[in-house]
């Protein structure tokens, strides 16, 4: 049986969610998706397509969520999965924290640096500062 679109609804942002017969929650994708593969309710969907709309979809919504967070303030990677992780799934998560590493806006050896050199460094011991340096550098 093939997967067929059988709600969306617009949760603002560019963002919708579509429920698939079957499925046990909505699916977030953006809006973009649904114009580009003109999905619609009653649309009906190879099992093989669906899987990569889903992925494509949740790797860019992933991807803008994480740009969005490190525009606010400067992130770790831990930070950003943690952030990501409640709306996201597990492998969903990991291609977009690898796609924000490719495009060099997640970097934690060089976040790490400037948090040293930073004025809030300043005022904590420098073993602490060693700790988290090397535990951050470590990560990767």
Do not use: C
């Not at 919708?16 to 649309?43: F, K, N, Q």
């Not at 994480?66 to 992130?75: F, V």
């Not at 004025?119 to 073993?127: H, L, N, V």
């Amino acid at each position: 049986m093939s997967p067929t679109v059988t709600g969306i609804e617009k949760r603002g942002q560019g963002v919708v969610a579509v429920t698939i017969d079957g499925g046990d929650r909505p699916t977030l994708l953006p809006i973009e998706a649904l114009i580009l593969h003109r999905l619609h309710e009653g649309s009906e969907l190879q099992p093989d397509a669906w899987e990569e709309i889903r992925a494509a979809g949740a790797l860019l919504l992933a991807t803008r969520r994480g740009l969005d967070l490190i525009a606010r303030k400067q992130r770790t990677e831990r930070d950003l999965r943690t952030a990501l992780a409640p709306d996201f799934e597990p492998a969903d998560v990991d291609r977009a924290l690898e796609r924000l590493h490719e495009l060099g806006f997640l970097d934690d050896r060089a976040w790490s640096e400037r948090y040293v050199a930073g004025d809030r460094a300043r005022t904590r011991g420098r073993s602490l500062l060693d700790r988290k340096s090397t535990r951050l550098n470590s990560s990767h």
